[in-house]
């Protein structure tokens, strides 16, 4: 890739009657140094524009690399709706025209179009209700690249990574096996150091029960495979904290000692991510072959068509993914740089 071309960022528009057609447009008219391809239709955007009172120029993506954009300049690989969408209302015949899109975001990554991929929300009802059998962005992605994945969530001040995801309540228990938790720990350390750069990331591992379960007087998960594991893999030098209590391990003098948190169920960790910084969190996926990051919030149905959509966790999702497609392509760079070990 031309080292002097803007970053290509593939930004999927999600569900078109909602509100990421509206967002993309209003991260299209910032000044971010990426160059911003859009994988949805382009009256689509040309609508969302018009609703957010927005001047848009749309350009046709060929490919070719592009070394300056101007704030409003949009690139489109066009992928046509399948009905024209009606703000606030998703329709079932769209739910190809969204797949198309995530189809395209991945492959193209794959083959090195795109530096990453950013991701507006979609309807996964819709999806369904079309009889297309679909789990949401994360599945797909890991599907269609054949990969183990894990979901994190992150913000400029914390990471939190998911060792289930969205499971009721009921189910989470029997999920916490001591295969699953290694599998999970060893994509987060693995990313920790390959994504964000950390030579030896710390890793916080909440404990199920509350009070960690207190020895076992709250639940035996902690003694008889969370604590195992830790220590096995502390033994094979991984750097783990814990179990520590979900209840305390977020306080300020608890941070300084991890880099990121892993937590055993959905609701445990992330009501103090979001609470925090709703606005600036972003959700990544690891263990893909590629750069995916998204935003934190649905579609927001009741403000879709409205103009007034709030773009915060959109940019803060093509923030990261710039960060993070710089710091790999500087990995890169000095891995080709490294002289050959090979025989002279």
């Known amino acids: 890739m031309n080292t002097l071309a803007l970053p290509p960022l593939a930004i999927t528009a999600g569900e078109p009657a909602g509100i990421g057609p509206e967002l993309l447009i209003r991260l299209a008219a910032t000044s971010l140094a990426a160059n911003f391809i859009a994988l949805t239709d382009r009256d689509l955007l040309l609508r969302a ?26 690139r489109v690989r066009h992928i ?14 769209n739910a190809s025209h969204v797949l198309a899109t995530l189809a395209e975001a991945a492959d193209g990554c794959m083959a090195g179009r795109y ?21 949401g962005h994360t599945e797909f992605f890991a599907e269609r690249a054949r990969a183990d994945v894990v979901m994190m969530l992150a913000s400029p001040e914390l990471r939190v990574a998911l060792a289930t995801t969205h499971l009721p309540l009921s189910a989470v228990p029997a999920a916490i096996t001591r295969d699953a938790l290694e599998r999970v720990l060893r994509i987060v350390e693995r990313e920790l150091r390959t994504k964000f750069g950390l030579p030896e990331p710390r890793i916080a591992v ?16 902690e003694l008889d495979t969370i604590i195992p594991l830790l220590d096995a893999l502390r033994a ?7 179990p520590l209590p979900a209840d305390t391990a977020f306080v300020p003098n608890q941070r300084e000692r991890y880099d990121a948190v892993l937590a055993m169920y959905h609701d445990q960790a992330l009501p103090v991510l979001k ?4 606005d600036r969190t972003v959700n990544l ?3 893909l072959p590629f750069i995916r990051t998204s935003v934190d919030h649905g579609t927001a149905l009741d403000l879709a068509g409205t103009g007034r959509g709030d773009p915060s966790s959109l940019i803060a999702a093509a923030t990261m ?3 993070l497609a710089a710091r790999r392509a500087t990995h890169i760079a000095h891995a080709d740089a490294a002289p050959s070990q090979g025989n002279s």
């Open 321 to 323: 993914a710039l960060e």
């Open 80 to 93: 046509p709706l399948g009905t024209p969408e009606r703000p606030g209302h998703p329709d079932p015949r």
């Open 236 to 242: 094979q030098g991984m750097h783990l904290l814990g």
């Open 115 to 135: 530096a990453a991929v950013v991701t507006a929300p979609l309807q996964k009802s819709s999806i369904n209700e079309a009889g297309i059998r679909f789990s």
């Open 275 to 278: 609470s925090e910084a709703f």
């Open 49 to 74: 524009a018009d609703r957010c009172g927005l001047v848009i120029e749309l350009i046709d993506d060929d490919g070719a690399p592009v070394t300056q954009r101007r704030p409003g300049q949009l």
């Open 285 to 287: 996926t690891l263990g």
């Open 206 to 221: 909440l404990g199920l029960n509350p009070h960690a379960g207190e020895g076992g007087h709250l639940g035996r998960e």
